[in-house]
Every structure is written in structure tokens, then in C-alpha cells.
């Protein structure tokens, strides 16, 4: 069963494991949104988040900065958080601020399905 709010599409994948559908931008108009839409998810024993940027032309500060919060919320718990089909508009943000040390990239939702298994 998918949900969505605002611009994300929300997809189980396994009991702990959601791909997140992130859309069109992920910024500072919509991150409060993100980041309560993955506090539920991580409330109800998700611990896995693939981030699917397929579509997305913006990635602000502030959307980065709640990807880090979930990030922060899920790694004492043994989870990730993984990006998959990186945009070029997102890949240069993730190059600027060299989020890549953090987050690993992989270059479709099916290889990073395999790969947090």
C-alpha cells in the first residue's frame, strides 16, 4: 500500500525497508512534511529508508538537513538511509556538501533494494 503526502510517494519494500518517492523538490516548502512523514514511518518499525530522487530538481539546505535528521533517528538503530537514481540537480548538491561520505548512492531503487537486504 503506497501513501502520499504532499510530494513523496511512500512504498513498503520489506517490515522495516520504505522507499520514499521524494518528487519534484525537497526544500525548505516541503521538508517539515518530509521529516514527519519519516518520524511516522521510523515510529511504526521502519528502519530503512531508500530515497528515490528520480524527479527531483531541488534539494535545498533544508531538505538535506531533514534527510540528516532521519538519518540521525535511524543509524543507533542499525538502519540507513540510501539514495537511489540521483538526479543531476541533486547530484551536485550532493557533491557540494559532500553528503556522498554519508550517504551511499546507488544508481537505481533495485540496486539499492538488493544492496540493504
Same mark, same amino acid.
Given at each position: 500500500?503506497?501513501?502520499?503526502?504532499?510530494?513523496?510517494?511512500?512504498?513498503?519494500?520489506?517490515?522495516?525497508?520504505?522507499?520514499?518517492?521524494? #518528487?519534484?523538490?525537497?526544500?525548505?516548502?516541503?521538508?517539515?512534511? +518530509?521529516?514527519?512523514?519519516? =518520524?511516522?514511518?521510523?515510529? %511504526? @518499525?521502519?528502519?530503512?529508508?531508500?530515497?528515490?530522487?528520480?524527479?527531483? #530538481?531541488?534539494?535545498?539546505?533544508?531538505?538535506?538537513?531533514?534527510? +540528516?535528521?532521519?538519518?540521525? =533517528?535511524?543509524?543507533?538503530? %542499525? @538502519?540507513?538511509?540510501?539514495?537511489?537514481?540521483?538526479?543531476?540537480?541533486?547530484?551536485?548538491?550532493?557533491?557540494?556538501?559532500?553528503?556522498?561520505?554519508?550517504?551511499?548512492?546507488?544508481?537505481?531503487?533495485?540496486?539499492?533494494?538488493?544492496?540493504?537486504?
Amino acid at each position: 500500500m503506497q501513501a502520499t503526502t504532499m510530494n513523496f510517494t511512500i512504498e513498503p519494500i520489506a517490515h522495516d525497508s520504505v522507499v520514499i518517492r521524494i #518528487g519534484k523538490a525537497l526544500d525548505f516548502r516541503n521538508a517539515a512534511d +518530509f521529516k514527519a512523514a519519516a =518520524q511516522e514511518q521510523v515510529r %511504526s @518499525g521502519i528502519r530503512n529508508f531508500i530515497l528515490d530522487f528520480s524527479e527531483t #530538481g531541488i534539494l535545498d539546505s533544508t531538505g538535506l538537513g531533514s534527510i +540528516f535528521s532521519l538519518y540521525r =533517528q535511524v543509524s543507533p538503530m %542499525s @538502519g540507513q538511509v540510501v539514495f537511489a537514481s540521483v538526479s543531476r540537480p541533486v547530484q551536485v548538491v550532493v557533491q557540494l556538501t559532500r553528503t556522498y561520505k554519508v550517504f551511499r548512492q546507488f544508481p537505481t531503487v533495485e540496486g539499492a533494494r538488493e544492496a540493504i537486504r
